[in-house]
Each structure stands twice: as structure tokens, then as C-alpha cells.
């Protein structure tokens, strides 16, 4: 039951655009178009940004999308502005074990 | 407004147990699953449970299984952790989370979230 796999760390500039990868097996990720990506502010509580692959809750910027291949599921996060500098953490049904399982989370640095 | 609000936690002894609550408010508790999901200090988000909506269906993280139980009580728009054996690997923020699905119990789809109850195990 190891954790999803996610870049530690991504950065980018004011405007551009960063993707952070989660990459799984095809018991989890690649099986069920259930992925979902929270931010995480230091201190605080996580917030969906992206549910069932590419759907984003009400709120959420459409800056922010989701899309996978194969085994793995993408966050892509355009227009970065300042307030996006946070921890993202993908999450995904599985179906072998427990159910669920997190990615390792990626710390996205604004420069 | 939805409200997941977590207590119970504290300092507790290694072997010592503790029971977590998690009040919801603000949408119809019985109708959604729940899940608890911990953080470490410092560290990434670990899943530790889910129970279904009428509590019938329950799964744990092989990490907790066996010391760690879920439950809830509907008529008091509550859900609950009982952990035993406390380890001092069980240190961590605690979280509830609700589903975003009606009648869902698996799909990780968290809607909602708690603001988090610290357990920390030390003697």
C-alpha cells in the first residue's frame, strides 16, 4: 500500500503554467476515473480542487485542471498567481486493499 | 453551512486509548459516507477509515486494522475513532471528511473537511 507517487516539488513564475504529475497502478489510478486533488495551506485543513479525474467544485478557478493517462493523473495549475503556493496531494480510489490512497503530496513554490 | 467539527484529542500515553468525535452540521449526516484521515507532523496525508452512511460498511487502512474502530451515530450527527494502543506512530492530526456523493462510501471525493484534532502519543 504504498503512497502515489507526486514530484516533491514544483515551481513556477506569476502567470505561467505548472503541472504536477501522480502516478499509480492500474488498481488504482489507472483503473477508476476517481482521482481527486486537494491544496493544502500550512497549518490548515485540505480543499478539493479536482474530483472524478477533471470535474472542478463549484469555486474553484478554472485555472486549475485535471486529466490523466494511463497510470497516471495530472494537475495543471495555469495563470499561477501567488495564492497557489500551497501542498497538493492527489488521491485516488483503490481497489485491491484499502480503498483509498493518497499521493506523497508536491509542494508548489510561486517564485 | 457544512461543518465537520473534530475533537478528543490530546496527549495520551503509548498503550493508552482515546476516542475521536467528529460533529457534523449542515447537510443530511445520515445520507453520506465519512472518512478519517490523519497527517503526521510534517509529513503527507495517510488515509485511516471510511464507514458508510448506515454504517454497515467499514474499511481501514491495513496500518490501523485491528486497533482502530469506526463508527457513527446518526441520530447525533456524529462520527467517531476509537483508537487503541496508541503508538507513537499515531501521531497526528486527525481529520474527518465527508464524501461528496450521496449514499457514496469509497470514492475519495472530499467535499468537506474538518479542521483537524492533534493526537499525540508520548509518555
Known amino acids: 500500500q504504498s503512497a502515489l507517487t507526486q514530484p516533491r516539488s514544483v515551481s513556477g513564475s506569476p502567470g505561467q503554467s505548472v503541472t504536477i504529475s501522480c502516478t499509480g497502478t492500474s488498481s488504482d489510478v489507472g483503473g477508476y476515473d476517481y482521482v481527486s486533488w486537494c491544496q493544502q495551506y500550512p497549518g490548515k485543513a485540505p480543499k478539493l480542487m479536482i474530483f472524478d479525474v477533471t470535474k472542478r467544485p463549484s469555486g474553484v478557478p478554472d485555472r486549475f485542471s485535471g486529466s490523466k493517462s494511463g497510470n497516471t493523473a495530472f494537475l495543471t495549475i495555469s495563470g499561477l498567481q501567488a495564492e497557489d503556493e500551497a501542498d497538493y496531494y492527489c488521491c485516488s480510489y483503490e481497489g485491491r486493499y484499502t480503498g483509498v490512497i493518497f499521493g506523497e503530496g508536491t509542494k508548489l513554490t510561486v517564485l | 453551512q457544512v461543518q465537520l467539527v473534530e475533537s478528543g484529542g490530546g496527549v495520551v500515553q503509548p498503550g493508552r486509548s482515546l476516542r475521536l468525535s467528529c460533529a457534523a452540521s449542515g447537510f443530511t449526516f445520515s445520507s453520506f459516507g465519512i472518512h478519517w484521515v490523519r497527517q503526521a507532523p510534517g509529513k503527507g496525508l495517510e488515509w485511516v477509515a471510511v464507514i458508510s452512511y448506515g454504517g454497515d460498511e467499514k474499511y481501514y487502512a491495513n496500518s490501523v486494522k485491528g486497533r482502530f474502530t469506526i463508527s457513527r451515530d446518526n441520530s447525533k450527527n456524529t462520527l467517531y475513532l476509537q483508537i487503541n494502543s496508541l503508538r507513537a506512530e499515531d501521531t497526528a492530526v486527525y481529520y474527518c471528511?465527508?464524501?461528496?456523493?450521496?449514499?457514496?462510501?469509497?470514492?475519495?471525493?472530499?467535499?468537506?473537511w474538518g479542521q483537524g484534532t492533534l493526537v499525540t502519543v508520548s509518555s
Open positions: 471528511a465527508k464524501v461528496a456523493y450521496i449514499y457514496d462510501t469509497r470514492i475519495p471525493n472530499f467535499d468537506y
